[in-house]
């Protein structure tokens, strides 16, 4: 059985989610420039959420927080892992064919509980029909977030962080193709959701058979383990649920103003980059690494893990945080502004990523600190933390619009977040000692925050003398490169020198996994 290599599984997880999130940024450039924040792209960024936000429901959120766990502690324990799997993917793939059914004749009423003030207008029906299209993907990618559990728990992790990486190159290929032969943009990107899906499983099918997980259908059973698994997965689904629904009410609040879906989606595309290389990637190799040592009584090795998850965690994440912050106005113009995108829309969308930024560090110490939970088959404690968050969100997302538009949902995400965070990390602290953060963590973390903040005075200095390139058309390009390669320079050689990053001791932590 392969070990799982902590710091050597984040960095492969890492630099593949980059990839994808950089081809993301391609994708949303060319939509932002063919579509602009009109009727299509609104429309169709409904219908590619309705999936996603259903994935995460079933698979990425309730059945993966309880499969990888059991899967991890069956390999660790010799256990019969494969069969174990085989009737997991069967049973989500029953349910899941189930409700795909269900959501085809009930879209006008999911795509109304997503966007109410698209009922006015040309929106709804377009999204309506771009939902139907789309929704069949929702049961692609929660068999393959399944099979991409399977791999992560057996330590492999390439193909399923690769996995993302399709669906990117075909959505640019879509809208290169519709481009050259006079195809509707919209028709063309929405089409390719479900193709993206059956290409994402065939994948990790295929690496999970050479990896010596052969996954097929069989007949579905509710065997003990499956018992548990639905037993275990019940409040995990509950929890994903609360987070879908502060999804929704964000969504709601940004459907009342022109533009506003649009806006959020694609700061939160930017925002999104950071997440998901140090967010993703720790959640993904923390869970199992987590429950193979809860098994093995290994205590120290489990603090070491999340202390070292944590430490990484931070002195990624918070200097993006605070560059969000301070220069989001070039970071989409830059990115964005180009087509139908005008100069509105960046001046809207870079508000709502330094709201976002505030909030980016909490939303990735809570992938560190959930796997505490989801480790030891404790799914019914982040459930009720979820609930608390909700409230939270519903009264600051939908009171603020009065006074501060769509920019509230930004608030409430940011908020909500930062609350999780406390929660989690409060009870944590009853977990016993391989549930807490070492020494080195509480020495470092301070320190990266301090070199942070220095980076984001050297980066609104360098923005501010390098103003007329930015206004300057393709020298803007050469402004921003500047701007964020000083700012990494800076950012380093600061955190040297205050003992908060360095890079050899990153560069030995992956030798040593």
């Known amino acids: 059985m392969k070990q799982i290599r902590l710091m050597a599984g984040f960095l492969t997880v890492g630099v593949w989610t980059l990839l994808s999130r950089l081809m993301g940024f391609v994708r949303d450039i060319m939509i932002a420039s063919y579509l602009g924040a009109g009727p299509v792209a609104e429309a169709f960024l409904i219908a590619f959420s309705l999936p996603n936000m259903f994935r995460r429901f ?11 766990p059991m899967f991890s502690k069956k390999l660790e324990g010799g256990e019969d892992a494969a069969g174990f799997a085989r009737e997991a993917f069967t049973g989500l793939a029953t349910v ?11 879209m006008p009423w999911l795509v109304l509980a997503m966007a109410s003030g698209f009922l006015a207008d040309e929106r709804f029906d377009l999204a309506v029909h ?11 990618i929660s068999l393959a977030a399944l099979l991409s559990g399977v791999l992560n728990a057996a330590g492999r992790f390439v193909a399923a962080a690769a996995a993302p990486v399709l669906l990117n190159v075909l959505f640019i290929g879509a809208m290169v193709l519709a481009a050259q032969f006079g195809w509707p943009i919209g028709e063309a990107i929405v089409w390719t959701v479900p193709l993206a899906g059956i290409a994402q499983l065939a994948l990790v099918w295929w690496a999970a058979g050479r990896a010596g997980f052969p996954i097929r259908l069989q007949r579905p059973r509710l065997t003990p383990d499956m018992k548990r698994l639905a037993v275990i997965a019940a409040p995990a689904a509950l929890a994903g649920g609360v987070v879908q629904v502060n999804l929704l009410v964000g969504r709601q609040v940004a459907s009342f103003f022109d533009g506003a879906i649009a806006w959020l989606n694609y700061a939160d595309r930017l925002y999104q980059l950071p997440l998901g290389v140090v967010g993703i990637a720790i959640g993904v190799v923390l869970l199992p690494d987590l429950s193979r040592r809860l098994r093995a009584g290994d205590a120290a090795g489990g603090q070491a893990a999340l202390s070292r998850a944590g430490e990484v965690s931070l002195a990624l994440t918070v200097p993006c945080a605070v560059a969000l912050v301070v220069i989001p106005q070039q970071l989409i113009g830059v990115l964005f502004e180009r087509g139908a995108f005008g100069p509105a829309d960046t001046a809207a ?16 110490l809570q992938k560190v600190l959930q796997p505490l939970y989801f480790a030891r088959e404790d799914t019914k404690t982040p459930f009720r933390f979820a ?3 909700m409230v939270i969100n519903l009264v600051v997302a939908i009171g603020a619009a009065f006074w501060i538009g769509y920019l509230a949902a930004a608030v409430a995400t940011s908020l909500s977040g930062w609350v999780m965070v406390l929660l989690l ?22 320190r990266i925050v301090l070199t942070s903040l220095i980076m984001g005075g050297w980066l609104v200095a360098c923005a501010y003398a390098l103003a007329p390139m930015f206004a300057a058309g393709a020298l803007r390009y050469l402004a921003l490169a500047i701007v964020i390669v000083s700012g990494i320079i800076v ?3 600061v955190g040297h020198v205050l003992n908060a990053v360095r890079l050899s001791e990153f560069k030995a932590a992956v030798k040593r996994g």
């Open 58 to 68: 079933f698979a990425e959120g309730a059945f993966n927080m309880a499969f990888v």
């Open 387 to 389: 609930l608390v968050t």
């Open 491 to 493: 950012y380093f050689s």
């Open 130 to 140: 771009y939902g139907r299209i789309a929704f069949p993907y929702i049961l692609f």
């Open 425 to 446: 990390w409060r009870k944590s602290r009853e977990m016993g000692p391989e549930a807490q953060f070492d020494a080195r963590f509480r020495n470092r973390w301070w």
């Open 349 to 364: 969308t870079a508000a709502a990523l330094a709201i976002y930024g505030l909030g980016l560090p909490a939303f990735v």
């Open 96 to 106: 899941v064919l189930v409700f795909t059914l269900i959501a085809q004749a009930a």
